[in-house]
């Protein structure tokens, strides 16, 4: 089966102009060896504090072999240097597959005003020098957590860097088969080669990631395209809803369709009710856990259940 898919994407950093910052690289005589955030928040984050003259080398050219995610921070700011402890931990817990950079906007402003920060503390995640995904203010941890996971699945395999990277590691023939696969549009092949990938490793960040986003577009691209209109015409019919909600989602229309979703969950209950909050938290994963949408859906899921 071979269908055009969708670009499900997670929210950009929005526009931001790095380029003005690519004038002065770091001085070749740099050490790297530093101890670890000195300088940063709290002194203890495994963080490379970022100034004007190491930012190419640190962000921009460090994004083309893992992610980083860049802290814009501020002494003043107790929720900053929370913030900063929490990234720290999980940079470390990940031995390397990311990298944290931290800024404090009070000392190298020019940095921040690259960003366009408007309140700290700031969060923007780059890859390939481009900015994914960003959010400000302190978050939960496990929120981090999963807005940390999602930046590596959706660069997984896309970046040189990561662990064995050094090393020389070849790339795996059975992801690279996936991959073109998938690339190819044939859903149901490719599926099957991440399936097999995800039975012998579970954990498999990259397989896990296509598997679910495959199941989406298979399930989306059979409803019928006046599936939003069905619903709209008969509230009270639950698959009518639920294939609404994918079409809404395959047209990029996120937000219409967790609304909808949210508003059958208040009115509906028991197994409708648990199928309805089951799609809507499949619809969440497809997402950054970042993008606002997903955090105001997740927000309005809460209240509509409690």
Do not use: C
């Amino acid at each position: 089966m071979t269908r055009p898919g969708p670009r499900i994407s997670p929210a950009l950093a929005g526009a931001v102009d790095l380029s003005a910052l690519k004038q002065r690289p770091a001085p070749a005589s740099e050490d790297r060896s530093a101890p670890p955030g000195a300088g940063a928040p709290g002194g203890t984050s495994p963080g490379v504090e970022v100034t004007e003259v190491n930012f190419e080398a640190e962000v921009l050219v460090r994004s083309n072999e893992v992610p980083v995610v860049v802290l814009l921070w501020s002494p003043r700011s107790d929720s900053s240097i929370q913030l900063a402890d929490v990234l720290g931990e999980l940079a470390r817990a990940d031995r390397g597959t990311w990298s944290l950079a931290t800024v404090n906007v009070d000392t190298t402003p020019r940095v921040a005003q690259m960003f366009g920060v408007q309140a700290v503390p700031t969060v923007v995640a780059l890859a390939a020098g481009q900015p994914l995904s960003s959010f400000q203010g302190m978050q939960p941890p496990d929120q981090l957590r999963r807005w940390v996971d999602s930046l590596l699945d959706a660069t997984a395999g896309k970046l040189s860097g990561g662990p064995g990277a050094e090393d020389g590691e070849q790339s795996d023939p059975a992801v690279d088969n996936a991959r073109a696969l998938l690339d190819a549009g044939d859903f149901d092949a490719a599926r099957d080669a991440y399936q097999a990938i995800l039975d012998a490793d579970p954990q498999h960040a990259e397989a896990k990631g296509a598997v679910r986003q495959i199941d989406f577009l298979t399930r989306a691209t059979t409803h019928p395209q006046d599936a939003v209109a069905r619903a709209d015409a008969d509230p009270a019919d639950v698959d009518a809803a639920l294939a609404a909600a994918d079409v809404e989602v395959l047209h990029q229309d996120v937000s219409a369709a967790f609304d909808r979703l949210i508003a059958l969950i208040k009115r509906t209950a028991g197994d409708d009710r648990g199928r309805a909050r089951t799609r809507l938290i499949e619809l969440f994963d497809l997402f950054d856990p970042a993008d606002p949408e997903v955090i105001a859906g997740r927000r309005n899921l809460a209240n509509a259940l409690y």
